[in-house]
């Protein structure tokens, strides 16, 4: 009752407020619009995100090295780190594309099975459709020297020098390769332990000829600052060992190896330490509980000339 005692007129029904904002057309489109924007841009950082973790191809990484002991130009393909990874059936795109690259000697560098895996298979079968393309030579990781050499449970290298792969472990042969004569050898040593004596026996030899020297070695810590193997007269070395530091962070270079800590000194890429190029690969597969970011596998060419 009004206080004059007329009946009161009903309230006009109003909506609350947030409903009103609710059915506003210009509003609502506004909110799908912002909606949409933002589901775009988790949907680019989602495919940015698994686009790092895409290690299901590999890329081509060329070098070109000039030496004046190489008369004729030669092609390298090396191969590191491989862990049993497969790209295709079989490694076909692997092997498809070595054969379109016409590499004159495919070093592979070590690390191309796990230590904890027994079926090496992966390795054979590549092996087998390689020495096809090219001579094949084969240095050791430290996996295939924990099964091969430490636990003797593997007879992989016999499997493969069946197939005519030259296993170089702590040896070398002397080969011509389109007119350069090279000395191309395999040190199994890890770092140091080079005074092993069936390490000096074959060092020693290896170091004496005038022949360049062309070296599979897994470790590439030789050849860092105050590296071992500085002011040896080894021509090339074929590293791997580090997988590129798992992480690449743009503009800085490699993360991480569990071996070497944060940020090593190298993690990829070609330098000169003192008389001898390195060459370091990122490798082509992964064996730590890291995964490789932004660091797809790589397969390295290397136009000596
Ligand atoms: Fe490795």
């Not at 491989?82 to 079989?90: A, C, I, K, S, V």
């Not at 890890?190 to 005074?195: I, L």
């Not at 860092?224 to 080894?234: A, K, M, P, V």
């Given at each position: 009752m009004s206080p004059a005692g007329t009946p009161e007129e009903p309230a006009a029904m109003s909506l609350p407020e947030e409903t009103k904002r609710k059915k506003d057309p210009a509003r609502r489109k506004k909110l799908l619009r912002r909606m949409l924007i933002f589901l775009l841009i988790v949907a680019a950082a989602v495919w940015k995100v698994m686009g790092l973790l895409d290690n299901s191809y590999f890329v081509d990484t060329f070098y070109q090295i000039e030496d004046e002991k190489i008369q004729n130009p030669m092609r390298i393909v090396e191969l590191a780190d491989?862990?049993?990874?497969?790209?295709?059936?079989?490694n076909i795109e692997l092997v498809e594309e070595i054969k379109r690259l016409k590499p004159d000697l495919i070093a592979m560098a070590g690390d191309?099975?796990?230590?904890?895996?027994?079926?090496t298979s992966v390795v054979v079968t590549l092996c087998r459709q390689l020495v096809d393309v090219a001579p094949v030579y084969f240095c050791y990781g430290n996996h295939e020297k924990q099964v091969?050499?430490?636990?003797?449970?593997?007879?992989l290298n016999l499997e493969l020098e069946e197939l005519g792969v030259h296993v170089l472990h702590n040896r070398y042969e002397t080969i011509n390769v389109n007119g350069n004569i090279i000395d191309i050898g395999g040190l199994s040593a890890?770092?140091?332990?080079?005074?092993a004596e069936y390490t000096q026996r074959f060092w020693q030899a290896y170091l004496q000829t005038e022949n360049y020297h062309l070296l599979l070695v897994h470790y590439p810590q030789y050849f860092?600052?105050?590296?071992?193997?500085?002011?040896?007269?080894?021509d090339m070395a074929l590293c791997g060992?580090?997988?590129?530091?798992q992480v690449i962070i743009p503009g800085k270079g490699g993360l991480y190896h569990?071996?070497?800590?944060?940020?090593?000194?190298?993690?990829?890429g070609v330098w000169q330490a003192e008389n001898t190029w390195v060459v370091l690969s990122r490798g082509l597969g992964n064996h730590n509980k890291v995964p490789r970011i932004n660091n797809p596998p790589e397969l390295v060419i290397v136009d000596v000339y």
């Open positions: 491989l862990h049993l990874n497969e790209f295709g059936e079989d191309m099975i796990n230590q904890d895996d027994p079926d091969i050499r430490v636990e003797q449970t593997s007879t890890n770092p140091g332990t080079m005074e860092f600052s105050n590296g071992e193997l500085l002011g040896t007269n080894i060992h580090l997988h590129g530091g569990p071996l070497e800590g944060f940020f090593p000194e190298h993690t990829d």
